[in-house]
């Protein structure tokens, strides 16, 4: 099974600052996923990534930016956190073939205060 | 866009009884996804299941493609059972995942 590892696993970050969270796979897979998960809304999906280089817009991408600097690596960047970017975020790695089963990591807990 | 509902949104069971778990979606799906969320936990992928029926272990999903819906049965449901039930479907060719809200099954000894 897929290896995804995220860092950090919690983080408190002020109103306006910059976070940063990191994700890591260690399969091989092309294609990379941040999602958020928040009570009443489920998973939503911010950004993917086909590969290295690649970065596309999910379904809510405001206030996010990704960077896929290598096949291993994917990262979520606030450049200016907001209250309502406090939530649990989640990574996930398919390899894109045969229906793309995922893997999550186990998430990074973020409170912005 | 595509919407992916979950029946029952919680349940209550006995150590024993088997659970069964609906999803019903929007639009064609070329992937559906069972998983599975310990509280305050991530996702474990229990099986992936675009048609017809896959069993593994206690778990049984039946995928009836072409009526948009899926189930997941639970057979002789144990504590550790319990958590949260998520379906996701990926409706084309970007490989996107979208999650229904889950059902929450508790299972008491």
């Known amino acids: 099974e897929a290896a995804v590892t995220q860092s950090p696993r919690n983080k408190v970050a002020v109103t306006g600052g910059k976070v940063t969270l990191s994700c890591n796979q260690t399969n091989n897979h092309n294609n990379m996923y941040w999602y958020r998960q928040d009570t009443g809304h489920g998973l939503r999906l911010i950004h993917y990534s086909y590969g290295a280089g690649s970065t596309e817009k999910g379904d809510i991408p405001d206030g996010y930016k990704a960077s896929r600097p290598s096949q291993e690596n994917f990262s979520l960047i606030l450049e200016l956190a907001t209250p309502s970017q406090t939530s649990v975020y989640f990574c996930?790695?398919?390899?894109?073939?045969?229906?793309?089963?995922?893997?999550f990591g186990p998430g990074t807990r973020l409170l912005v205060l | 866009g595509q919407q992916v509902q979950q029946s029952p949104s919680s349940l209550v069971l006995q150590e024993g009884e088997n659970a069964e778990l609906q999803c019903n979606f929007s639009?064609?799906?070329?992937?559906l996804q069972w998983f599975y969320q310990s509280p305050g936990g991530s996702l474990v992928s229990l099986l992936s299941?675009?048609?017809g029926t896959k069993h593994t272990g206690r778990l049984t999903s039946t995928t009836v493609t072409k009526e948009r819906r899926s189930s997941l049965h639970i057979s002789s449901s144990q504590t550790t059972d319990s958590g949260t039930y998520l379906c996701a479907i990926v409706g084309g060719s970007n490989y996107k995942l979208t999650f229904g809200k889950g059902t929450l099954l508790t299972v008491t000894p």
């Open positions: 639009s064609t799906a070329t992937q």
């Open positions: 996930a790695s398919g390899d894109g073939l045969g229906g793309n089963t995922q893997y």
């Open positions: 299941n675009p048609s």
